[in-house]
Structures are given as C-alpha cells and as structure tokens.
C-alpha cells in the first residue's frame, strides 16, 4: 500500500481575514502577520525532505507555499503544484461579504444567528448545505460538490507522489478542518484553522488519517 506524509498548511493571514470577511474562492493578498505565519511554518517544516509542494491556485495559498519553500535547503529539488480542487469551499453570492452577516442570514434557516452556534448543532457538512440553500444565486458549493472537488485533488495528488514521499499541501481553513471532521471528528474540538498552522495527514491508496491538527509548535 502506498502511503504519504503530507504537512498542510493554512495560508497566512489575508486582509479579508482581518477585516472578517467571507473568503472561499475570492482572493485578498497575505498581511504583514500573514507572512510572518508562512515564514513561521516554513522554519518549522525546514527539516523536511519534502518531495512535492501542492497549493491550491488561489494566489494566498501560493505565496504561502512560496515562502515556506524558501526555508527549505532543498527548494531547488521540489516539484510544485497548483490545484483548484484544493481550494476554500465556495460561499457563491456571501464572497466578500461580512462573516457574521452570512451566518446571520443562512442561520436563519435553523433559527441560529451564529456561525459557532450553526457549527454545534449541524456540523461543517449540513452547514455547507445550509450555505447553498441559502445562496440567492445559486451558485454557492453544497457538502456533495465540495467534496467531489477535494476528493479530485486528492487522487491528483495520490497521481503525482510516490510511496514513502513527505509532501507540503497548502490549502485553507475550513477545508483542512473539512477534513479532520471527515477523517479525525475527535481531533475537531470547534476551533477554527490558524493561519500558519500544521495539520499532519498520512495519505494511502483509499483512505486519509490525520496525525494532529492545527499545530503551531513542532513538527
């Protein structure tokens, strides 16, 4: 059986992230603490011999994965890839919005006002539908399309590595802990990612274990 290391990351912090707003597929550049969380990340993942850096393609988590390649003694041997199946869940018509607005509006739904609250009570996966539904266009990914998507990169990635391989995947928030809810629920203690943090995944052939999750200390 194959298996993979994978250390992925969440991107550093961006202005939209500062100023609380909705950020899937819309993109806003990384601020000065955002890069100072990619330098951070990349200084504790410079013992890696990683032998692929993936990101998706939105330009946070490139420049991210940039910048932890640089702390990298073997940068120059380090295949990289783009991936849009990696990227953040996709909020349609919230994009850009205020954060708390959005929760405020597809809470309504469920008589919840709160993103915590909608997150306690109906978990990440119905809550993503719950986004979908209430999407005036109807544009916004519910939990099937989002996971069709993810579950694309990861055979993509799978394509691309070989058995014993120790890889950087830089990807986002509420995607990684998607993926710790699917994978690891025990480890999802209803904290948000942390920009720079390190979640460890061991990836096989057809399955995805989690290690830890949201680490900011070592590796």
Do not use: C
């Amino acid at each position: 059986m194959t298996k993979v290391t994978a250390y992925m990351v969440r991107h550093g912090q961006t202005y939209l992230n500062l100023y609380n707003k909705v950020q899937g597929w819309i993109d806003s550049p990384l601020t000065e603490k955002g890069i100072q969380d990619a330098k951070s990340a990349g200084e504790r993942l410079s013992k890696i011999n990683f032998a692929a850096s993936f990101t998706s393609d939105s330009g946070r988590a490139i420049d991210t994965g940039k910048i932890i390649m640089k702390a990298n003694p073997h940068n120059m041997n380090i295949v990289s890839y783009q991936y849009p199946e990696l990227r953040e869940q996709f909020h349609g018509y919230f994009e850009g919005n205020d954060l708390n607005q959005m929760w405020q509006f597809v809470g309504a739904q469920v008589q919840e006002t709160t993103e915590k609250e909608v997150l306690q009570n109906f978990g990440l996966e119905r809550a993503r539908d719950l986004i979908h539904r209430a999407d005036l266009y109807n544009n916004a990914e519910n939990n099937a399309m989002f996971w069709e998507r993810l579950d694309h990169g990861f055979d993509k990635i799978r394509q691309n590595t070989h058995d014993g391989e120790d890889i950087l995947i830089v990807s986002h928030g509420m995607t990684i802990r998607s993926i710790v809810d699917r994978y690891a629920p025990k480890l999802d203690l209803g904290v948000a990612t942390k920009n720079g943090s390190v979640t460890k995944l061991i990836i096989t052939d057809d399955d995805i274990k989690v290690e830890y999750f949201n680490n900011l200390g070592e590796v």
